[in-house]
């Protein structure tokens, strides 16, 4: 089992194939984006675009955590409620602290203790992702309502705003913080050991238990890490609110998993690079935007969002089944 | 190999101008209907983030105030939250992105909007609530709950002391919501003010929804048979209420069941059907989204407004409903001239 083959059966032949899809998806993207301004020009203001950034890094943030957890052949859908509970205990924390740093932590570490509980739940109880992470985000979403009577918390320091709603030079915070992390787990998926093991567990698991790779162990740390990032947009969702809302990131999951589905991870597992989710979530964030400013009934919105879901899903059955031909071929 | 990579490259490209497409449908019907301000004066903008627009009474006050911002010319946009707090925000933002002269939002969570409402503040934009009091926000557009509840109470005082009732009272409330805890005050405070013998039997939450209220109705009943009035805070409560009632084998010439809101078909058909339903206080939802829009012309003149701009409320009754609605084929329309006889300004 030479791991150096295996890397690159997973890095460099399937990057080559996979580059002809990100492409695709930039090209949507950019006729997206010139739709958009043809039919209100004020889409391509500095102000709108850094709302869309800001808007649409709230679902990048978890969906950093989501693109490393599907790759790994698993799927979290607990990371709405995740929102909501995580949002309600940094708030919480942050008026019986009066400390914003203490109320980060504290929500980062609920966020850990969360994707724990998933990470046990698949491995040591072997219950498959989907059920697994149904059932967790119904409680998950219950603890956020009996904890708080289903009324909002409201912060009671007003500098915890500026999380969601500041600025460091032209940026928004959220944005700054979402290139950041995306520069960091770039580097980590694609240029470590650790992000090569992702991709082996997510393309054969069998395999990659066989080559001697701690599988269960590298599967809690992901979802740990996975839901830690659903806690940190959650916290910066809260700061946009100045509130923890229980009934915060309904249907968040949904939104999170087909912006990743469209940038090209593959629900098997084992296939699609960051940057494709990236575009992906792009994609969404300037369709919603472009809907609100084009003052469309919301109605129309649900009907767009399943659409571009259905759509996203079909994409990747298509994938899927031109990638299997192609490797097929490549081992001939 | 190279034809499939172009086939599969085609289809993505083409599923997701599909995507794109659904905008420019979506977005030809919005652009032609909103694209008119460029030509001639400059119009006044308002932008309104509604809660929930799929519920009968906030259709009815985007209906008032689509109709008063077409009489008056002004260029109304409303976005729905669908109940999501940052859903409201983003449409929010994005409204302040077009830069719109007033903003007026009905809170999905008053205590959510301190952020965009200061974003607002520092674009310059002034901001109107509805229904509920938010910190930084001009005005307040709505009825006055408290005196809403007092006028239902002071109506049945009176009506109880014709008919000679002894008022054993259940109440269908929502203690969850400060609107509705004030409707019940009012409502209690008529009662204590009025020197008639009464009995408030039980105080139940029916959350505001008819099912719920019928459910806790019912328990209320088996509890207290003896119950012959029901106050709820939405029409809903009350129909709920006397639902259970009906199911409980009461007899309802008994009852008296007092309704809050009268916003659609449910109060109207309640009311006319000559049943228990005897009265409710109606809040008029379409002119509240006429006074969303005229407290957004003043405001945007820079008039000073009051802390609360109150809507009218009045006691309808089968007797002077007419006076209030007009039939026009099988829909009640309002008569808007009568409400606005009822404002005292």
Same mark, same amino acid.
Not at chain 1, 263 to 271: D, E, F, K, N, R
Not at chain 2, 119 to 130: C, H, M, R, S
């Given at each position: 089992?030479?791991?150096?083959?295996?890397?690159?059966?997973?890095?460099?032949?399937?990057?080559?194939?996979?580059?002809?899809?990100?492409?695709?998806?930039?090209?949507?993207?950019?006729?997206?984006?010139?739709?958009?301004?043809?039919?209100?020009?004020?889409?391509?203001?500095?102000?709108?675009?850094?709302?869309? =950034?800001?808007?649409?890094?709230?679902?990048?943030?978890?969906?950093?955590?989501?693109?490393?957890?599907?790759?790994?052949?698993?799927?979290?859908?607990?990371?709405?409620?995740?929102?909501?509970?995580?949002?309600?205990?940094?708030?919480?924390?942050?008026?019986?602290?009066?400390?914003?740093? =203490?109320?980060?932590?504290?929500?980062?570490?609920?966020?850990?203790?969360?994707?724990?509980?998933?990470?046990?739940?698949?491995?040591?109880?072997?219950?498959?992702?989907?059920?697994?992470?149904?059932?967790?985000?119904?409680?998950?979403?219950?603890?956020?309502?009996?904890?708080?009577?289903?009324?909002?918390?409201?912060?009671?320091?007003?500098?915890?705003?500026?999380?969601?709603?500041?600025?460091?030079?032209?940026?928004?915070?959220?944005?700054?913080?979402?290139?950041?992390?995306?520069?960091?787990?770039?580097?980590?998926?694609?240029?470590?050991?650790?992000?090569?093991?992702?991709?082996?567990?997510?393309?054969?698991?069998?395999?990659?238990?066989?080559?001697?790779?701690?599988?269960?162990?590298?599967?809690?740390?992901?979802?740990?890490?996975?839901?830690?990032?659903?806690?940190?947009?959650?916290?910066?969702?809260?700061?946009?609110?100045?509130?923890?809302?229980?009934?915060?990131?309904?249907?968040?999951?949904?939104?999170?998993?087909?912006?990743?589905?469209?940038?090209?991870?593959?629900?098997?597992?084992?296939?699609?690079?960051?940057?494709?989710?990236?575009?992906?979530?792009?994609?969404?964030?300037?369709?919603?935007?472009?809907?609100?400013?084009?003052?469309?009934?919301?109605?129309?919105?649900?009907?767009?969002?399943?659409?571009?879901?259905?759509?996203?899903?079909?994409?990747?059955?298509?994938?899927?089944?031109?990638?299997?031909?192609?490797?097929?071929?490549?081992?001939? | 190999?190279?034809?499939?990579?172009?086939?599969?490259?085609?289809?993505?490209?083409?599923?997701?101008?599909?995507?794109?497409?659904?905008?420019?449908?979506?977005?030809?019907?919005?652009?032609?209907?909103?694209?008119?301000?460029?030509?001639?004066?400059?119009?006044?903008?308002?932008?309104?983030?509604?809660?929930?627009?799929?519920?009968?009474?906030?259709?009815?006050?985007?209906?008032?105030?689509?109709?008063?911002?077409?009489?008056?010319?002004?260029?109304?946009?409303?976005?729905?939250?669908?109940?999501?707090?940052?859903?409201?925000?983003?449409?929010?933002?994005?409204?302040?992105?077009?830069?719109?002269?007033?903003?007026?939002?009905?809170?999905?969570?008053?205590?959510?909007?301190?952020?965009?409402?200061?974003?607002?503040?520092?674009?310059?934009?002034?901001?109107?609530?509805?229904?509920?009091?938010?910190?930084?926000?001009?005005?307040?557009?709505?009825?006055?709950?408290?005196?809403?509840?007092?006028?239902?109470?002071?109506?049945?005082?009176?009506?109880?002391?014709?008919?000679?009732?002894?008022?054993?009272?259940?109440?269908?409330?929502?203690?969850?919501?400060?609107?509705?805890?004030?409707?019940?005050?009012?409502?209690?405070?008529?009662?204590?003010?009025?020197?008639?013998?009464?009995?408030?039997?039980?105080?139940?939450?029916?959350?505001?929804?008819?099912?719920?209220?019928?459910?806790?109705?019912?328990?209320?009943?088996?509890?207290?048979?003896?119950?012959?009035?029901?106050?709820?805070?939405?029409?809903?409560?009350?129909?709920?209420?006397?639902?259970?009632?009906?199911?409980?084998?009461?007899?309802?010439?008994?009852?008296?069941?007092?309704?809050?809101?009268?916003?659609?078909?449910?109060?109207?058909?309640?009311?006319?059907?000559?049943?228990?339903?005897?009265?409710?206080?109606?809040?008029?939802?379409?002119?509240?989204?006429?006074?969303?829009?005229?407290?957004?012309?003043?405001?945007?003149?820079?008039?000073?407004?009051?802390?609360?701009?109150?809507?009218?409320?009045?006691?309808?009754?089968?007797?002077?409903?007419?006076?209030?609605?007009?039939?026009?084929?099988?829909?009640?329309?309002?008569?808007?001239?009568?409400?606005?006889?009822?404002?005292?300004?």
């Amino acid at each position: 089992m030479n791991k150096k083959s295996e890397g690159k059966r997973n890095g460099f032949s399937l990057g080559e194939l996979l580059s002809g899809e990100q492409a695709s998806l930039v090209i949507a993207l950019a006729v997206l984006c010139i739709i958009a301004t043809i039919l209100t020009p004020v889409f391509l203001t500095s102000t709108n675009i850094m709302n869309v =950034l800001r808007q649409t890094s709230l679902i990048a943030i978890a969906g950093i955590g989501m693109v490393q957890i599907i790759l790994m052949g698993e799927i979290d859908l607990s990371v709405g409620s995740t929102q909501a509970l995580v949002g309600v205990f940094s708030v919480w924390v942050l008026n019986a602290t009066g400390s914003i740093p =203490l109320a980060f932590v504290a929500g980062l570490a609920l966020g850990a203790l969360v994707g724990l509980m998933n990470g046990l739940l698949v491995t040591k109880a072997k219950i498959n992702s989907l059920i697994a992470t149904l059932g967790t985000m119904a409680i998950i979403r219950g603890v956020a309502f009996v904890s708080t009577g289903a009324v909002s918390i409201q912060a009671k320091i007003v500098e915890f705003e500026t999380l969601g709603t500041g600025y460091i030079g032209p940026f928004p915070i959220p944005v700054v913080m979402t290139l950041i992390l995306f520069a960091i787990f770039y580097y980590i998926l694609h240029h470590t050991a650790f992000g090569r093991y992702i991709y082996a567990i997510g393309g054969n698991v069998n395999a990659a238990r066989l080559s001697g790779l701690p599988v269960e162990r590298l599967k809690i740390i992901v979802y740990v890490m996975g839901s830690a990032f659903a806690a940190i947009s959650a916290m910066v969702l809260a700061a946009r609110m100045s509130s923890g809302q229980p009934n915060a990131g309904l249907g968040f999951e949904l939104q999170v998993v087909a912006a990743v589905i469209l940038g090209g991870i593959s629900l098997t597992g084992g296939v699609g690079t960051l940057t494709g989710a990236f575009i992906g979530m792009l994609i969404l964030g300037v369709l919603n935007n472009a809907l609100i400013l084009l003052n469309v009934s919301s109605f129309y919105h649900e009907i767009a969002r399943g659409a571009v879901i259905i759509l996203a899903v079909y994409l990747d059955g298509t994938r899927r089944r031109n990638l299997q031909k192609k490797l097929i071929k490549a081992t001939e | 190999m190279m034809e499939e990579l172009t086939m599969s490259k085609i289809r993505t490209i083409g599923s997701l101008v599909l995507a794109g497409a659904l905008m420019v449908l979506a977005g030809t019907q919005a652009f032609a209907a909103g694209g008119q301000e460029q030509k001639g004066e400059k119009k006044l903008v308002v932008g309104y983030v509604v809660n929930f627009m799929s519920h009968e009474w906030y259709q009815n006050i985007c209906n008032g105030a689509k109709d008063r911002a077409g009489e008056l010319g002004i260029d109304l946009r409303i976005a729905d939250a669908n109940l999501d707090v940052a859903k409201q925000i983003s449409a929010a933002e994005n409204f302040i992105t077009q830069k719109v002269d007033v903003l007026v939002l009905t809170p999905v969570d008053a205590k959510a909007m301190g952020p965009i409402v200061r974003q607002a503040e520092k674009a310059g934009i002034p901001v109107i609530t509805e229904s509920n009091v938010v910190e930084g926000a001009k005005t307040y557009v709505g009825i006055s709950n408290q005196t809403g509840g007092r006028k239902a109470g002071e109506w049945f005082v009176q009506y109880a002391k014709e008919k000679g009732i002894e008022p054993k009272i259940l109440i269908v409330g929502l203690p969850n919501f400060e609107d509705c805890r004030q409707r019940v005050a009012g409502f209690k405070e008529a009662l204590a003010a009025s020197g008639i013998k009464y009995e408030i039997k039980q105080e139940v939450d029916g959350q505001g929804l008819k099912e719920k209220a019928l459910a806790v109705s019912q328990d209320a009943l088996t509890a207290h048979p003896d119950v012959n009035v029901i106050f709820g805070i939405n029409d809903d409560s009350t129909t709920g209420g006397m639902a259970a009632y009906k199911a409980a084998g009461l007899d309802e010439s008994k009852l008296t069941a007092i309704g809050f809101g009268f916003e659609g078909a449910v109060g109207q058909g309640a009311l006319l059907s000559g049943g228990p339903y005897k009265a409710a206080l109606a809040m008029f939802p379409n002119f509240v989204g006429v006074g969303i829009v005229d407290a957004a012309l003043a405001i945007s003149k820079g008039e000073k407004l009051p802390a609360h701009f109150e809507t009218p409320t009045t006691v309808i009754t089968a007797a002077n409903f007419n006076t209030f609605y007009t039939k026009s084929g099988d829909k009640n329309v309002m008569n808007y001239e009568s409400i606005r006889g009822l404002m005292k300004k």
